[in-house]
């Protein structure tokens, strides 16, 4: 199972991005989907995840400016930025839960990261 993420790339405060990602491989099912950041020298922290039945939840400081949305046919996520902020600036990593088989367990797979920089 690989994913591929894109859609990073800079941008001036106020301004929005859409992140994307796309899984691939042989897998039976993928469940939750999300998106997680990370910042040079801060953990990497969960910004919004989504179910397959597109109940989502995001961080405090993702809520109203954030949108994340799936495509379960196309085994894709994306991640709508709106009036990004200096402090979004961060490596961008998508994640999925995936069952590769029906009565495996769920396993973690991650994107490659794609950055994401925001000027003042």
């Known amino acids: 199972v690989q994913l591929q993420a894109s859609g990073g790339g800079l941008v001036q405060a106020g301004g929005y991005l859409t992140l994307s990602c796309a899984a691939s491989?042989?897998?039976?099912?993928?469940?939750?989907m999300a998106w997680f950041r990370q910042a040079p020298g801060k953990q990497r922290e969960l910004v919004a995840i989504?179910?397959?039945?597109?109940?989502?939840n995001y961080a405090q400081y993702a809520k109203g400016r954030f949108t994340i949305s799936r495509d379960n046919a196309k085994n894709t996520v994306n991640l709508q930025m709106n009036s990004l902020k200096p402090e979004d600036t961060a490596v961008y990593y998508c994640?999925?839960?995936?069952?590769?088989?029906?009565?495996?367990?769920?396993?973690?797979?991650w994107g490659q990261g794609t950055q994401v920089t925001v000027s003042s």
């Open positions: 994640n999925a839960s995936v069952l590769r088989a029906l009565l495996s367990s769920e396993d973690p797979y």
């Open positions: 491989g042989t897998f039976y099912r993928i469940n939750d």
């Open positions: 989504i179910a397959r039945g597109n109940t989502t």
